[in-house]
């Protein structure tokens, strides 16, 4: 029984030694794309719909030279900038189901079509879920965001017990414009880098 024990701290030993030689490390992430519908324009600030629609498009790096990565669970959220993150996004694909598998020194784009309840926000008869706490910049046809991701994120080498890990990506301060054509918010100033470490 003794011998067992010593085996089974040995093993846990060789593999807590060969985890810190492979010194696993985050993927990167870059938000390519960020598009709303649904926001209040200048006209119908009074009366907002009831969704708001979302897309969102990143790139995911993996930049482990000898681990493949694998991401799931994805939770996304959206917010105005310096704010909580009020806006849960869900989606009909269950995006938190998929998974994404990201060979080594490799890279793989992200496409989330999501969605969100602006009424069943309104936590007073006061409060405006639909003007999404951005106040005045939306009558100047533009605001600043924020995207926020947690994941959980499996790190795997060849036939080495895989380890498992949660990130959190942050990717602040996304300027979108409201297009006088479409009616729907874009990201004004293109692909932004994001922010992202170990929960």
Same mark, same amino acid.
């Given at each position: 029984?003794?011998?067992?024990?010593?085996?089974?701290?040995?093993?846990g030993a060789v593999i807590a030694i060969a985890w810190l030689f492979l010194n696993p490390r985050p993927p990167?992430?870059?938000?390519?794309?960020?598009?709303?519908?649904?926001?209040?324009?200048?006209?119908?600030?009074s009366s907002p719909p009831p969704k708001l629609h979302v897309k969102i498009q990143l790139t995911a790096t993996?930049?482990?030279?000898?681990?493949?990565?694998?991401?799931?669970?994805?939770?996304?959220?959206?917010?105005?900038?310096?704010?909580?993150?009020?806006?849960?996004?869900?989606?009909?694909?269950r995006t938190s189901s998929l998974e994404y598998h990201i060979s080594k020194r490799s890279r793989q784009v992200?496409?989330?079509? $999501?969605?969100?309840?602006?009424? &069943?926000?309104?936590?007073?008869?006061?409060?405006? *879920? @639909?003007?999404? +706490?951005?106040? #005045?910049?939306?009558?100047?046809?533009?605001?600043?965001? $924020?995207?926020?991701?947690?994941? &959980?994120?499996?790190?795997?080498?060849?036939?080495? *017990? @895989?380890?498992? +890990?949660?990130? #959190?990506?942050?990717?602040?301060?996304?300027?979108?414009? $409201?297009?006088?054509?479409?009616?729907?918010?874009?990201?004004?100033?293109?692909?932004?880098?994001?922010?992202?470490?170990?929960?």
């Open positions: 029984m003794q011998s067992l024990v010593l085996l089974v701290v040995l093993i990167m992430f870059r938000l390519d794309s960020l598009s709303l519908s649904g926001l209040p324009n200048n006209s119908d600030a993996n930049p482990n030279k000898k681990l493949d990565v694998i991401i799931e669970d994805v939770n996304l959220c959206l917010a105005p900038v310096h704010r909580k993150c009020q806006l849960p996004l869900s989606s009909h694909n992200l496409f989330f079509k $999501l969605q969100t309840d602006l009424r &069943s926000r309104s936590r007073t008869r006061r409060q405006r *879920p @639909s003007q999404f +706490a951005v106040g #005045e910049d939306l009558r100047k046809g533009s605001a600043v965001m $924020l995207v926020k991701m947690k994941a &959980s994120v499996k790190f795997m080498h060849a036939y080495w *017990p @895989s380890k498992q +890990a949660s990130v #959190e990506v942050g990717c602040e301060d996304l300027s979108v414009r $409201l297009s006088s054509s479409t009616r729907i918010w874009e990201l004004k100033d293109g692909e932004k880098d994001c922010s992202v470490h170990f929960a």
